[in-house]
T-cell receptor, first 110, second 113 residues
Framework: DAKTTQPNSMESNEEEPVHLPCNHSTISGTDYIHWYRQLPSQGPEYVIH???SNVNNRMASLAIAEDRKSSTLILHRATLRDAAVYYCIRSGTSYGKLTFGQGTILTVHP | DVKVTQSSRYLVKRTGEKVFLECVQD?????MFWYRQDPGLGLRLIYF???????EKGDIPEGYSVSREKKERFSLILESASTNQTSMYLC????????????FGSGTQLSVL
């Protein structure tokens, strides 16, 4: 039970913004929201994480709804290298297990 | 950069064989994880270890065991491999000093014939 819901797939054009949604309606007050992505033939890599506030880093932005029941990963300008499976995960402790779901397959068109 | 190394990229074994998948990390991380990845099912956690000689079952531990005798090494053991254990196996590690991201290896594609 991944406890998050994501669309199976999304498509985007190169250099356009991409908004990847995630629903986590049963999230508890102390659960973090993490995003990882998996490029073809590689293990997943960390993208971003947050608790309550919106977060930005060099890879992406994370927008968290005020009620924390959903979040959106934002890629500001998609490139072909961003084509990957994106996983949204929630976890309650720093060392607890992270349960991945099926993720969203992002296709980026030239 | 943290490196998580899995001993084999591809492995072919026969039904009933005992299989060892090895994972080594070089950043003194306390936590280590084994996942398997299958088409349509995403990543599923098999076992994790939060310290040397400590282990906890994940979501699908049946048919697997693990060993963590040294901090840097986490082994996944298939006591008697079966065809339904054909899968991509991914190892990951993380420090437990506050929030830290998971670092994954490149995976081992295991085929059990």
């Amino acid at each position: 039970d991944a406890k998050t819901t994501q669309p199976n797939s999304m498509e985007s054009n190169e250099e356009e913004p991409v908004h990847l949604p995630c629903n986590h309606s049963t999230i508890s007050g102390t659960d973090y929201i993490h995003w990882y992505r998996q490029l073809p033939s590689q293990g997943p890599e960390y993208v971003i994480h947050g608790l309550t506030s919106n977060v930005n880093n060099r890879m992406a932005s994370l927008a968290i709804a005020e009620d924390r029941k959903s979040s959106t990963l934002i890629l500001h300008r998609a490139t072909l290298r961003d084509a990957a499976v994106y996983y949204c995960i929630r976890s309650g402790t720093s060392y607890g297990k992270l349960t991945f779901g099926q993720g969203t397959i992002l296709t980026v068109h030239p | 950069d943290v490196k998580v190394t899995q001993s084999s990229r591809y492995l072919v074994k026969r039904t009933g064989e005992k299989v060892f998948l090895e994972c080594v990390q070089d950043m003194d991380h306390e936590n280590m994880f084994w996942y398997r990845q299958d088409p349509g099912l995403g990543l599923r956690l098999i076992y994790f270890s939060y310290d040397v000689k400590m282990k906890e079952k994940g979501d699908i531990p049946e048919g697997y065991s693990v060993s963590r005798e040294k901090k840097e090494r986490f082994s996944l053991i298939l006591e008697s491999a079966s065809t339904n254990q054909t899968s991509m196996y991914l190892c990951a590690s993380r420090t437990d000093r506050g929030f830290e991201k998971l670092f994954f290896g490149s995976g081992t594609q295991l085929s059990v014939l």
